[in-house]
């Protein structure tokens, strides 16, 4: 699609910005919903951050703009205000700059996590759910499963202790998930969650050991490349429902796209 003065322009900002994919998918997405928003990466070093955000706060054709590594954190002191997901799972990923120049920082991963399970009819309430990994990414499912109101929720990680300050940390925020460092059987669950990186490269071992999946477990790898993972087709063969890390992406783009429409 052309771009032109009538274009609603985004900007994925990044340090390196060769790895960044992000800007392609977002042009793709607008491209396949007729909607004349183009994105391109910025490359930003840390350093220059404050002057191209303030630059960003006087481009009015610019309608918003996602932040990558190593700028998730940063950007925040540099914002008008921050929603309260993006407060709590510490990160930013996408900014929103309104009508009249403010800077919103949020983060789609937890809102853009649940909707692509409930696009598939998987609801969380009350249900039994295991997390592998305690990451950034991490972070967020885990706070919007128990925000979704899962009975139980286990976070087992490579690093228990990291496991352990996560799972301190949601149960803090919410009382009413039992949240449980831990658990290293695929047993027992109705959704089990791939949240580290294992699964991106060909050889990478299986996160968990799956001998407990069966046909009534969702299994849902939020790792976007490549598209259907060894947990995912291992998951399958078991008879289990299996969601990809793209679902995920694809909801979060619905939601850049309803707050532009705005
Ligand atoms: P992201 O932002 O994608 O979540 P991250 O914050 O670096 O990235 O988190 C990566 C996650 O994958 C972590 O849970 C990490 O485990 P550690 O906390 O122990 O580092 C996990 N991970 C990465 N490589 C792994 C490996 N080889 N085996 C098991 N877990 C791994």
Not at 43 to 62: K, Q, T
Not at 201 to 209: A, H
């Amino acid at each position: 699609m052309e771009i032109t003065g009538k274009s609603k322009i985004m900007f994925v900002l990044a340090d390196p910005v060769d790895h960044v994919r992000a800007s392609a998918v977002l042009n793709a997405y607008f491209a396949g919903i007729g909607e004349d928003v183009a994105t391109s990466p910025l490359h930003v070093r840390p350093d220059d951050l404050p002057a191209v955000v303030g630059a960003i706060r006087h481009m009015n054709n610019v309608v918003g703009f996602g932040v990558t590594i190593p700028h998730k954190v940063a950007i925040a002191a540099l914002l008008d205000e921050i929603s309260q997901n993006a407060r709590l799972i510490g990160a930013v990923n996408f900014v929103k700059r309104t009508r009249d120049g403010r800077l919103v920082g949020d983060n789609m991963d937890a809102p853009g996590f649940i909707s692509a399970l409930l696009n598939r009819g998987c609801t969380i309430s009350g249900k039994r759910v295991l997390q592998l990994g305690a990451g950034g990414a991490g972070r967020a499912t885990a706070l919007a499963m128990a925000q979704a109101r899962a009975a139980e929720l286990w976070i087992s990680n490579r690093d228990p202790v990291k496991a352990q300050a996560l799972a301190d940390a949601i149960q803090a925020l919410h009382p009413e998930t039992k949240v449980t460092a831990g658990a290293d059987t695929a047993e027992n669950f109705d959704l089990i969650v791939n949240t580290t990186s294992l699964g991106m490269l060909s050889d990478d071992p299986l996160p968990i050991d799956v001998s407990g999946i069966s046909n009534t477990t969702v299994v849902y790898d939020i790792i976007v490349n490549p598209p259907v993972t060894r947990l995912m087709v291992t998951a399958a063969a078991r008879g289990a429902v299996t969601i990809g890390g793209k679902a995920m992406l694809d909801e979060q783009m619905a939601l850049v796209a309803d707050f532009i429409r705005r």
